[in-house]
């Protein structure tokens, strides 16, 4: 079935920095491309998603870009802040459904 | 607007008891899903609803875990007997209309599982 591995599974930065997360996936016919951050305690809130159709996504200062051949998308946080701390993961779906896999999430720490 | 709402916020019970966590999705969105997390995990499905019909449920272990979503809007996920494998955090997200390719998932704040 469809995977999706998340590397890395820890990431600390200092303020100002730049954060990458890399994601691959392994369904070709994937074409959706979530990306969600989880503070403690509370649920997952979409941040940011990019669709097959396009390569790169930016929204501030968080861009997301995807490579179809090679089958792996990332996430650039730019100009990292403190509130930045936080997991963050990375989804695909399965076989050309809505259902999403997930990966294992990346815990960042953005230090002052 | 709204977001997803879920009670209880955290719940502790003893194994073989039994538990149920209820969910309100985001007004008009027509597909609800129900996920575990298990800590230091991604969320994984348990269950998918299109208004009130089962979309997937491949990966909920039926011989414990029932969901409903009755008249198409509110649902409950039900675990009876609880093991103490369950102990995870509920997350129920919804979307517009995956039929029509608004799969965007938007997540409630989840329910907290402790089985001692």
């Known amino acids: 079935g469809e995977n999706v591995e998340q590397h890395p599974s820890t990431l600390s930065v200092q303020e100002g920095d730049s954060a990458v997360i890399k994601c691959t996936y392994s369904?070709?016919?994937?074409?959706?491309f979530p990306w969600y951050k989880q503070e403690l305690g509370k649920g997952p809130q979409l941040i940011i998603d990019i669709r097959s159709n396009v390569g790169e996504k930016k929204d501030q200062r968080i861009a997301v870009t995807l490579n179809k051949t090679a089958k792996h998308f990332s996430l650039h946080i730019t100009e990292t802040q403190p509130e930045d701390s936080a997991v963050y993961f990375c989804a695909a779906p399965f076989y050309n459904t809505d259902k999403l896999i997930f990966g294992t999430g990346t815990r960042l720490q953005v230090f002052p | 607007e709204a977001g997803v709402a879920q009670s209880p916020r955290y719940k502790i019970i003893e194994k073989r008891q039994s538990v149920a966590f209820w969910c309100n999705p985001i007004s008009g969105h027509a597909t609800l899903y129900w996920y575990q997390q298990i800590l230091g995990q991604g969320p994984k499905l348990l269950i998918q609803?299109?208004?009130?019909?089962?979309?997937?449920d491949s990966q909920l272990p039926k011989d414990r875990f029932s969901a409903e979503r009755l008249k198409g809007v509110d649902s409950t996920l039900k675990i009876q007997p609880a093991k103490l494998e369950d102990s995870a955090v509920y997350l129920c997200?919804?979307?517009?209309?995956?039929?029509?390719?608004?799969?965007?998932?938007?997540f409630g704040p989840g329910t907290r599982l402790l089985v001692l």
């Open positions: 369904d070709s016919a994937s074409n959706y």
């Open positions: 997200a919804s979307s517009l209309d995956r039929a029509r390719g608004q799969e965007t998932q938007y």
């Open positions: 609803f299109q208004n009130n019909g089962v979309v997937d």
